[in-house]
């Protein structure tokens, strides 16, 4: 789930950290009630610092998205669905952009970027 | 903390103390061999004593080698780490200095008493002429005097701090003044003499390990 | 104490050929410390400074809240060191330097010292000179590591070791700082690594610490500049400018310190214009830094 954390990207680790669940959150992935790993679990096996996995956790019970218990550690809480559809489309803004930004850069036009979308998309869907 | 100082200074240095054990043991008894020989005219007085002496030459040896190896065993788990382990070890230097030093003196024990039972067994199966007598213990307090000084000599050397090894040369050297002075002097002091007869030669510490080394003498 | 550690005007001199002078180092009670510099920049003899293994000729060192080499035992009670070179009794097997090193520490934890031995699948039979590199270091870790120290002070513990131990390593590090409150001061010359775990950043550079913050102070202070059509001489800059060079025809990269984002407007004032800002990664913004610290001034 977590192989997408990059220290070298401008994006705090906390922050990615905390996208990423927001995301499982929203996805369904991860539903109320179950239990986040705990921050030593999951700083040991990102290999990051337990206070980055804390922050994380922190940001994500200011949002509402989950709940930490003392002793018992932390819990998704029942979002609304809307609220989980809401989160789903700002991931996907935020995807469309990097990718229009990315394009940019390497000179693809939006027509070309469109018809490779369109492409791809018929060759995933089966 | 002796303990496991204890046990890693026995496993680099039970090869030495296994041999040194059994040497000690058997240097007194092959020295009185020809006088328990049965069947045999018992010796005259002067061959005996001559066999003594020339098998007592080996005493000072021994015990230079024990002290020399034992007191290179006792630092050489250090040196190989360039003694980074011990210095990172929650306790004053002093004091581990300390332990190693007691550890080795422990390790000293077997074959310094392997000769004290040597030399008693030596001495009571012996033949031994009128006139002569045997020393088994002060031969044997000889010995542990000589491995102690010599271990303590070369537990500083080895130990790889000059300034360890040259107070104590320095202590060895006093003494020694101390004894020329009192000598020149004529003087009777209490203290010399008492060293005296607790290191029994002269001129100092380091010559216990010259002069005759005599299990059975006049 | 708010210093784990405190280097109060530290001046230590071996020989002719390496000496630091009023060197000043603070490591956060609490913090993951990464203590980076090129080789010879002085790293090890710092630590080993910190440790009382080496006496500098003047300032403080402070340790724990309490002077070093004066309190050294008892500080050395409450630290674990893992150096760069093994430094063990190798005809000592695994269990036996265990049971050495539980004799001189009271806080030994023994359940979590067979946890250790356990998840870095160390054969406790085998003498410790018999071992691999990687299995020397994983049991230095784990002498430091069930010792239960307040501080944790490494010195390149993964360098030369294989991506899986150094894997295994941080891990084993990073398990103990969340069980409990502990102070990390790593050096080490593989700066991602790092990156990852440090909340603060040292950098040493011949003798000097050239810089100490928070380490996302470090990576976003630093940026790199894509810029087109800058004129060559520039009045004031808002941000410091660190170093300026040609990509081929009107395109230069800059790079630049304290920057903000306002101050885009800079360079509509000068006739260019700003392509992008690039975050520089640790590596880079160390790199950078180096490069601008020794280069001459002028």
Redesign the interface.
């Known amino acids: 789930m977590f192989d997408q954390i990059d ?2 990207s ?1 994006t ?2 906390y922050a990615q950290i905390a996208t990423r669940l927001r995301l499982a959150v929203a996805a369904a992935e991860l539903r109320p009630g179950d239990a986040l790993p705990s ?2 679990q999951l ?9 980055t ?1 804390v922050q994380a956790y922190r940001d994500l019970e200011t949002e509402g998205f989950v709940e930490m218990r003392q002793g018992a550690g932390t819990f998704v809480r029942d979002v609304q669905p809307d609220k989980r559809a809401s989160e789903r489309a700002r991931q996907a803004v935020a995807l469309v952009r990097r990718m229009l930004a990315d394009a940019g850069r390497l000179g693809v036009s939006v027509e070309e970027l469109h018809a490779a979308i369109t492409e791809e998309i018929e060759v995933r869907t089966p | 903390m002796f303990r496991v100082i204890l046990y890693s200074q026995w496993k680099w240095s039970r090869f030495i103390i296994g041999l040194g054990t059994v040497a000690g043991f058997g240097l007194p008894i092959l020295s009185v061999q020809s006088a328990t020989r049965t069947g045999d005219h018992p010796l005259q007085a002067g061959e005996l004593l001559q066999t003594i002496q020339s098998w007592g030459a080996l005493y000072p040896v021994l015990a230079a080698a024990l002290a020399v190896l034992v007191a290179i065993a006792t630092w050489a788990p250090d040196h190989r780490g360039r003694h980074v382990h011990a210095l990172t070890l929650p306790l004053p230097r002093w004091r581990y200095a300390l332990l190693r030093f007691g550890a080795g003196l422990a390790l000293l024990a077997p074959p310094v008493l392997a000769v004290l039972i040597g030399a008693g067994l030596a001495t009571a199966l012996a033949a031994i002429p009128a006139g002569l007598q045997g020393y088994p213990v002060a031969l044997a307090a000889r010995f542990a005097l000589a491995v102690g000084v010599g271990y303590a000599v070369f537990f500083a050397i080895s130990a790889g701090t000059t300034r360890t090894a040259s107070a104590i040369l320095l202590v060895i050297g006093a003494l020694i003044v101390i004894q020329v002075v009192a000598r020149v002097a004529a003087v009777d002091l209490d203290v010399v003499t008492r060293l005296q007869i607790l290191l029994v030669n002269w001129p100092g510490p380091l010559a216990i390990f010259t002069g005759r080394w005599m299990l059975i003498d006049v | 104490m708010s210093n784990a550690i405190e280097l109060q005007d530290l001046h230590y001199r071996a020989g002719k050929s390496f000496a630091f002078t009023n060197l000043n180092l603070h490591v956060p009670t609490g913090s993951i410390y990464g203590f980076l510099g090129p080789n010879g920049s002085g790293k090890t003899t710092t630590i080993r400074v910190v440790l009382g293994l080496l006496r500098p000729r003047a300032g403080r060192v402070t340790v724990l809240g309490r002077d070093m080499p004066a309190d050294a035992p008892s500080i050395l009670a409450r630290t674990g060191f893992v150096p760069e070179q093994p430094h063990l009794d190798p005809t000592l097997t695994v269990r036996e330097t265990l049971r050495f090193q539980a004799a001189f520490y009271p806080s030994w934890d023994r359940t979590w010292a067979e946890q250790l031995l356990r998840s870095f699948d160390l054969d406790e039979r085998l003498p410790f000179g018999r071992l691999s590199k990687g299995q020397k270091g994983k049991v230095m870790m784990l002498l430091a590591l069930a010792q239960r120290p307040e501080l944790l002070v490494l010195d390149e513990p993964t360098d030369g070791l294989d991506p899986v131990v150094r894997r295994d390593m941080l891990t084993a590090l990073v398990d103990y700082v969340s069980q409990r409150e502990a102070t990390v001061f790593i050096s080490s010359h593989l700066v991602h690594e790092l990156e990852r775990i440090c909340d603060w950043v040292g950098v040493m550079d011949n003798g000097q610490l050239i810089t100490e913050l928070p380490m996302d102070r470090f990576k976003s202070g630093i940026k790199r500049l894509q810029v087109v059509q800058a004129p060559p001489d520039l009045a004031g800059t808002p941000f410091t400018l660190l170093a300026r060079e040609s990509n081929g025809g009107a395109c230069e990269s800059w790079i630049v310190r304290g920057w903000e984002p306002e101050m885009t407007m800079y360079f509509d004032g000068i006739g260019a214009s700003l392509q992008t800002v690039i975050d520089l990664d640790l590596e880079e913004g160390f790199v950078e830094l180096l490069r601008t610290f020794r280069a001459p001034r002028g």
């Open positions: 220290p070298r401008p705090p680790l921050v030593r700083a040991a096996r990102l290999r990051v610092n337990p206070a996995v």
